[in-house]
């Protein structure tokens, strides 16, 4: 390995794709939004609050109203601050029917019985997660409670006993408490839930840059040239640290341009509390950004060799897209129980163990095993990444005019030499 | 000294063998042709060369070294070239000279030279996309010899050139073999080769078929005619002198065709003996195009 060859090739993919139009829309669009938000927040003033505590609900789940079926006498009439909410229904078939044409999220059918009992039946469309979330839900246990104590106690019991917790978010950091004020849920769990999502999206455009710079270099037929002045690994090599490099870039403007904005305007949008991502949560999401992007970046790099245009690479790399994607799609559930199950199993799958930590670890505590395991399995799959990496960048930038078959890639990953 | 020598190449590509026992050696300084029909392995043999392919077995050095060690000062025009769209003229022969090692500043003044060279100075701020497609050829030639190779090698060249850039292409390749550069030129441009070549190497199915020098191949495949002219009218040859097959009058001169085995200076002596006066006597050229197509085109039945 040459190392002055591949820090030539790093300059010139950073310095050509630094000026690329798609990034510097991207990198000014992410911090344009954030002061958007700031903008926002200023002109409502008081009614900031609201935003905020809408902006939390968003994210607890469904926000349909609940059919209530009621034997028990105890729910009727539904009390007024619980008619946007709740809905009264004449019978349990009539409930079914509400379920299954969707106009109710769930409905509760209340027998006669219900103060004696407790029993309740739940219905509810699909799986048997609705059940386990109506359960949980604070919403039916305040509706539940406020219905059952209505004009036997005191107001004000009352209304503990219906909401016993208004919880009030303050993140202790550097032996300073901040994060008072109503919009403190945001900017401790959301903002770096945002944060961690953008990261993990420059993960896949820078590597999305690298497909494109490889796959076009073997399109123009370039790479001929540059292959008999480099080897391949160096090219590869160099293309990774320029590309990875861009990201970087642009990581950085993204969070320099956030800490300016919460550390220069906050003063103005007082209700806007501090901006504070845990020391623990920023370094480990570089870890994780790091050692996913290379990952990322060489497979990237394999595949863009293989196809014999853009577009033809483009879709060879949907495989691993994909497999990026389903962190993703686990969201709704993460927000839920950042430590469930399957999140836990896919942060030990190489392919999704740098996203699915970086989402988690805004989240929640993260059990250490799970930060620990992760990041071996990312340090151990990376070397046999660029193992078979190398492989197909070295043989699919010559073989021009086809692209190989599922059996010839095979071929040449299990080729000797 | 020689700048190529390959010595009993072998590459195959799973069933197919590209390169079959092949040996060759290019001398330092001499313009090498290297020919064949497409598919005979001129491309995979130049790869090789160029540390693009590792060879199956036999030994290869380049400058004295191992292709991998002599990369930096050889230059290279692929077959399959093309360049940088998003990138301007300069910046691209400067990153090129750079990944053949080329210091930055050295590579500027050079690059900056080559452009004069080929009137394309004003374009060197522009986007090599900009340029039009005979100023890209322009600009992918000298792109092969910005870092100021010993050693260029040439595959096809002339691929695609209307006829001014190649005589200005011809020029430039000349003017390079003046300046002492080792040069081989793989064309399918007979005429070219005949007109820049000293030796070549023609490959078919992997193999040399013919290698040497020009002169003396195309003696060797001569068919054995000469033309002769004279002021007076001739009598009839074909019986009057020995090995003379047959005579045809052409244009006001006379084609003879000779017996296998007869020299055509004992021809000569055999004319002035008996006191012919010869005004021209000459061996007929054979085109190289047709000891090609006879060599390829009687192997392949």
Not at chain 1, 78 to 92: G, M, N, R
Not at chain 1, 236 to 244: C, E, N, P, R, S
Not at chain 1, 247 to 263: D, E, H, K, Y
Not at chain 1, 366 to 382: A, H, K, Q, T
Request: net charge negative; hydrophobic share 50%; charged share 20%.
């Amino acid at each position: 390995m040459d190392w002055r060859k591949i820090s030539v090739i790093a300059r010139h993919e950073y310095m050509t794709n630094i000026k690329r139009l798609g990034f510097i829309i991207m990198t000014v669009a992410v911090p344009a939004l954030g002061i958007l938000g700031l903008l926002l927040a200023t002109l409502l003033g008081g009614e900031a609050q609201q935003i905020g505590e809408f902006l939390a609900r968003q994210f607890e789940g469904s926000s349909q109203a609940t059919g209530v079926v009621d034997a028990s006498g105890v729910f009727s009439p539904i009390q007024p601050a619980y008619k946007e909410d709740f809905v009264s229904l004449e019978s349990e078939e009539a409930a079914a029917e509400a379920v299954e044409w969707g106009e109710v999220s769930a409905a509760l059918v209340i027998p006669e019985d219900y103060v004696e009992t407790g029993r309740v039946v739940v219905l509810t469309s699909g799986s048997g997660f609705g059940v386990v979330e109506v359960g949980d839900s604070a919403d039916v246990r305040a509706f539940l409670v406020d219905h059952l104590l209505a004009g036997k106690v005191d107001e004000d019991i009352r209304q503990r006993a219906a909401r016993p917790l208004r919880p009030e978010a303050r993140v202790v950091s550097g032996g300073e408490t901040r994060g008072e004020g109503p919009l403190s849920f945001v900017f401790t769990f959301v903002v770096p839930y945002v944060l961690s999502f953008f990261l993990i999206m420059t993960i896949f455009v820078s590597s999305g840059y690298l497909l494109r710079s490889v796959a076009t270099e073997k399109e123009t037929r370039v790479v001929e040239l540059i292959i008999s002045s480099v080897r391949p690994m160096e090219l590869m090599a160099g293309k990774v640290v320029g590309l990875g490099a861009v990201g970087l870039t642009q990581v950085l403007i993204w969070l320099l341009s956030a800490v300016a904005f919460s550390g220069g305007l906050v003063a103005v949008v007082a209700a806007a509390g501090a901006f504070v991502v845990p020391t623990r949560v920023m370094v480990l999401g570089v870890v994780y950004y790091l050692l996913g992007y290379t990952l990322y970046a060489i497979l990237m790099a394999g595949i863009g060799a293989l196809g014999t245009t853009m577009q033809e690479s483009q879709q060879l790399a949907g495989i691993f897209s994909f497999f990026a994607a389903i962190p993703y799609m686990l969201s709704g559930f993460l927000f839920a129980n950042p430590n469930v199950l399957l999140a836990r199993i896919l942060s030990f799958f190489p392919l999704t163990a740098a996203t699915m930590m970086m989402l988690r670890l805004p989240l929640a505590e993260v059990p250490w095993i799970d930060v620990v395991g992760s990041i071996v399995v990312l340090v151990g799959s990376i070397p046999g990444a660029l193992w078979v990496g190398a492989k197909l960048f070295r043989v699919g930038l010559l073989i021009y005019g086809k692209r190989p078959t599922v059996k010839e890639i095979w071929g040449i990953v299990t080729s000797q030499g | 000294m020689t700048a190529i020598c390959v010595d009993h190449l072998v590459k195959r590509y799973d069933e197919v063998v590209a390169v079959d026992e092949l040996s060759f050696v290019v001398t330092e300084g001499e313009l090498f042709g290297l020919l064949g029909p497409n598919g005979a392995g001129k491309t995979t043999t130049i790869r090789i060369l160029m540390d693009i392919l590792k060879p199956d077995s036999g030994e290869v050095k380049v400058l004295g070294r191992r292709p991998t060690e002599a990369k930096e000062r050889v230059g290279y025009l692929p077959e399959e070239r093309g360049l940088f769209r998003d990138v301007k003229v300069l910046d691209t022969l400067v990153y090129l000279a750079e990944l053949k090692g080329m210091p930055r500043t050295a590579a500027w003044g050079r690059g900056r030279g080559l452009l004069e060279r080929v009137d394309l100075t004003e374009w060197a701020d522009r986007k090599v996309k900009d340029l039009s497609r005979g100023m890209q050829q322009r600009l992918q030639f000298i792109a092969s010899l910005v870092h100021d190779p010993d050693l260029l090698i040439l595959d096809e060249p002339f691929q695609g050139l209307d006829p001014v850039n190649t005589e200005r292409l011809k020029g430039f390749v000349e003017e390079l073999r003046e300046a002492g550069k080792t040069i081989v030129l793989s064309t399918h441009q007979m005429n070219l080769v005949e007109a820049l070549c000293d030796r070549i190497l023609l490959m078919n199915h992997g193999r040399d078929v013919l290698y040497g020098h020009l002169d003396a191949i195309k003696q060797e495949y001569a068919p054995n005619v000469v033309r002769l002219r004279s002021t007076e009218a001739l009598p009839d040859l074909a019986d009057e002198i020995p090995g003379v097959l047959s005579a045809e009058p052409d244009d006001g001169a006379v084609n003879l065709t000779l017996a296998e085995v007869v020299d055509p200076q004992d021809v000569l002596r055999s004319l002035v003996e008996r006191r012919i006066d010869v005004r021209e006597f000459e061996v007929a050229p054979i085109p190289l195009e047709d000891i090609f197509v006879r060599v390829v085109g009687g192997e392949e039945r």
